[in-house]
């Protein structure tokens, strides 16, 4: 495996519908509750515990396990209780096994892309069994989870107008020490680690369909 595989799948270029989305940051936002740039980082912080917590299990058992993709995904769709956000989740899982097939065709991404078919292809279980045939290790699908995450979020806020592109990137420098504290806890997460742990981002986000005047899908 190659380091330029890696950098195609994080490249922005790399279509995966991740940038339809806004991670809960533009109902967080048109609810006043990122009135400061103090707010978004707040924001980005929490959210990217939650998505260690909430997306690495999944990903990690399916990565060692490719055959427990119907039992993990109905899990997943059993603990995204959150409608937008379980929305979101086969969008993008979809949307990545699809450009998969296209971009990496062979018999076995065939096979898989026919076996998410029959789930309901949440993205966290899809790409632990993508990144596996891929060849990534499994630290490098874990980075490249909680990367997309910090990017997809501040690529929003820019979008928003919540801060510049400058910003944003200082913003996302700041945040590799924790994405590296995330980073090294992520192997031992297992399903019986899978926990909500920003409960208010989540209930932000759930109120994303009733927002007036939207941008993103969530």
């Known amino acids: 495996m190659s380091d330029w595989l890696t950098w195609q799948v994080v490249d922005s270029a790399f279509p995966t519908g991740m940038f339809a989305h806004s991670w809960g940051l533009e109902s967080a936002w048109q609810q006043g509750e990122i009135a400061s740039v103090d707010a978004l980082r707040l924001f980005l912080q929490e959210s ?17 396990s490719p055959d427990r993709l119907g039992a ?21 899982g ?17 096979d898989w892309q026919a076996t998410a078919r029959a789930t309901h292809a949440h ?30 979020i501040l690529s929003a806020a820019v979008r928003l107008g919540i801060v510049g592109t400058y910003e944003a990137q200082r913003l996302q ?3 590799a020490g924790s994405l590296e504290a995330m980073a090294a806890r992520a192997t031992a997460l297992t399903l019986d680690d899978i926990a909500q742990t920003a409960p208010l981002v989540d209930l932000l986000q759930a109120g994303h369909d009733r927002l007036y005047s939207r941008l993103f899908q969530s």
């Open 173 to 175: 420098h700041e945040c």
């Open 72 to 92: 993990v995904d109905a899990l997943a769709d059993a603990f995204l209780t959150n409608a937008v956000a379980n929305r979101a989740s086969r969008i993008q």
């Open 123 to 152: 993205v966290a279980p899809v790409a632990g069994g993508i990144f596996r045939l891929l060849g990534l290790p499994l630290p490098t699908a874990q980075r490249i989870v909680l990367f997309g995450a910090s990017r997809g």
């Open 94 to 110: 979809r949307t990545l096994v699809a450009t998969a097939a296209r971009v990496w065709p062979s018999r076995a991404m065939d």
């Open 48 to 64: 990217l515990l939650q998505t260690a917590f909430a997306a690495l299990p999944f990903v990690n058992t399916v990565y060692a």
